[in-house]
């Protein structure tokens, strides 16, 4: 019982008994737990004097609904603070709203991926231990622990990036096995017709009853058939060619020469299948000889978050969009690439904490919250150059990179100049 109450007390609220003891399991290593099976017993609880240091809430309950309950204990005496994570089958952003208003930290929808439960759940406990920390030991004293929290935290984002990445990389994988079975496929269909085809001129010939009209047929067929295993073959190679040179980018960190809107043409081709099945438009508006040297495999990451930001954010299931990739040279020793969406764009709310690390608006479904982040950090650190954006509610969101025309390759640097004999 002693090592126990040792690990943050979590009270866990659900009335479905099956989840509790999910839940349970899930957490008792980490964590010890308190269950409640509806919100007047979980709110007994706190009123009798039990105080956790994290409430995991689900909204739908048989008495009080979750956000009845968030606001009763927010109102008792020395849980004010209490961090919330509420849990809901309903991914609704009203239904998230709602929660946050209460003075909810976070929203998991259900079902519950565990990992990123943990992960959520340590971050607000940390943020929390540091609060009160700065209550207790004044700013002075608290600045060494925030030191260290924050280093737990860089390597929290570490983590997240990391997967974000491998995440990425699995998507594109995913994608690339799915689009060149298509060509293959195709492929393989007009040589088995032509092996068919073959196969009866030869049975012809043998019995001695090939005609003209039947041999003018089987050229006719056999040249469409190789014009279309052909043509499928070519694109088979093209999109094997854009995908290789895309994962060997993201692999490396050596800066080389590309031509803009050629290589941005390539980035969307190998992104598509993200909007393949919405009324999603995604433009390259670049001129032909536009070239930059930098680092393709960061600059592809921030361009693929920043579409995939505009596709899941910008506009609703159903609706219709447009994305516009516009690069042009700013003077000579820069260059500017836009990302635009004619979506819903951000209220001022958001859009004010749009970039900050671990913020999303898709709690529960997916969202890490570091897609932004990553895209700020990427491009100051690793390209060298700055990130704005501007947005509005109904007209959309503007993304603005200015980059260095040409990066100092960083494995050059790290090498140094070839030493003198």
């Known amino acids: 019982m002693d090592e126990d109450r040792a690990k943050p007390l979590v009270l866990l609220v659900d009335d479905d008994p099956l989840q509790l003891e999910w839940l349970d399991e ?4 980490d964590f ?14 706190v009123q009798q004097g039990i105080r ?8 739908k309950l048989p008495d009080l609904s979750g956000h009845e309950v968030l606001r009763c204990v927010h109102a008792i005496p020395g849980v004010e603070h209490l961090p919330v994570i ?6 609704s952003e009203q239904n998230e709203m709602a929660g946050f208003d209460l003075g909810a930290d976070d929203f998991v929808a259900k079902p519950i991926d565990p990992r990123i439960l943990m992960l959520r759940m340590r971050n607000l406990l940390q943020r929390e231990s540091l609060r009160q920390e700065t209550l207790r030991l004044g700013l002075a004293q608290a600045e060494q622990a925030l030191n260290a929290t924050q280093m737990e935290l860089r390597a929290t984002r570490l983590e ?5 990445k491998l995440q990425a990389l699995g998507r594109m994988v995913a994608s690339f096995a799915h689009d060149i079975g298509n060509p293959i496929g195709n492929s393989l269909l007009a040589i088995t017709t032509l092996q068919d085809e073959l196969s009866a001129l030869a049975g012809k010939l043998e019995d001695n009853q090939l005609s003209r009209s039947a041999l003018q047929r089987f050229v006719e067929v056999s040249r469409d058939g190789a014009n279309l295993a052909v043509k499928n073959l070519d694109l088979a190679r093209l999109m094997l060619q854009s995908f290789k040179q895309q994962a060997m980018d993201q692999a490396t960190a050596q800066c080389r020469e590309v031509e803009l809107g050629a290589w941005l043409r390539e980035v969307v081709f190998v992104l598509s299948p993200m909007w393949r099945r919405r009324e999603i438009d995604v433009q390259v508006e670049v001129a032909d000889d536009l070239r930059i040297i ?5 600059l592809g990451q921030i361009v693929g978050n920043l579409i995939g930001n505009a596709v899941a954010h910008a506009f609703e299931p159903g609706q219709p969009g447009t994305v516009r990739l516009i690069a042009s040279a700013v003077g000579d020793d820069q260059v500017e690439l836009r990302v635009i969406d004619n979506g819903k764009g951000m209220s001022p709310e958001v ?7 671990f913020f999303t608006t898709r709690a529960g479904k997916g969202g890490t919250g570091l897609g932004l982040d990553i895209v700020k950090q990427a491009t100051e650190r690793q390209l060298q150059g700055c990130v704005s954006f501007s947005s509005h509610p109904g007209v959309g969101t503007d993304f603005c990179l200015r980059l260095p025309r ?13 030493s003198a004999s």
């Open 26 to 29: 899930v957490l008792r290593d």
């Open 32 to 45: 010890a737990t308190l269950r409640a099976e509806c919100g007047q017993q979980a709110l007994a609880l």
């Open 52 to 59: 956790p240091d994290l409430l995991l809430l689900d909204v």
């Open 86 to 91: 509420m849990i809901s089958a309903d991914r």
């Open 160 to 164: 997240l990036e990391e997967a974000a």
């Open 294 to 298: 930098t680092l393709p495999g960061p």
């Open 351 to 357: 859009a004010a904490k749009a970039m900050e690390p």
């Open 406 to 418: 040409r990066l100092p390759d960083p494995v050059a640097e790290k090498s140094g100049p070839a």
